[in-house]
């Protein structure tokens, strides 16, 4: 049974940060790229940062260069560090596994809120 398990979400006020964990379980966890997302109400998930198996990493535009994606396979944990935020950072942060045969797992998400 595959787990995936946000935690670290929180109110943080405007240019505050917050470290985003989310603990894996069932999964060969070195193996999959994993990724985080997130929805705000009322939007779409959105894509947010990819790190690769390999240990790529790839972000979108609107958290490049204040976020960092991290994975540390001894203990099945994936992590995204999150520096200056704003308020429209505010959203659900949602983690997902890839695994090599393409399927995919979701966790049921952390709330992120960001005061102005």
């Known amino acids: 049974q595959v787990r995936l398990v946000e935690s670290g979400g929180g109110l943080v006020q405007t240019g505050g940060s917050l470290r985003l964990s989310c603990a894996a379980s069932?999964?060969?966890?070195?193996?999959?790229?994993m990724a985080w997302y997130r929805q705000a109400p009322g939007k779409e998930r959105d894509w947010v940062a990819t790190?690769?198996?390999?240990?790529?990493?790839f972000y979108d535009q609107s958290v490049k260069g204040r976020t960092s994606i991290s994975r540390d396979n001894a203990k099945n944990t994936l992590l995204l560090q999150m520096s200056r935020l704003k308020p429209e950072d505010t959203a659900v942060y949602y983690c997902r596994a890839q695994t090599v045969d393409n399927t995919f797992y979701w966790g049921q998400g952390t709330q992120v809120t960001v005061s102005s």
């Open positions: 790190i690769q198996r390999d240990g790529r990493t």
């Open positions: 069932g999964i060969i966890f070195s193996e999959n790229h």
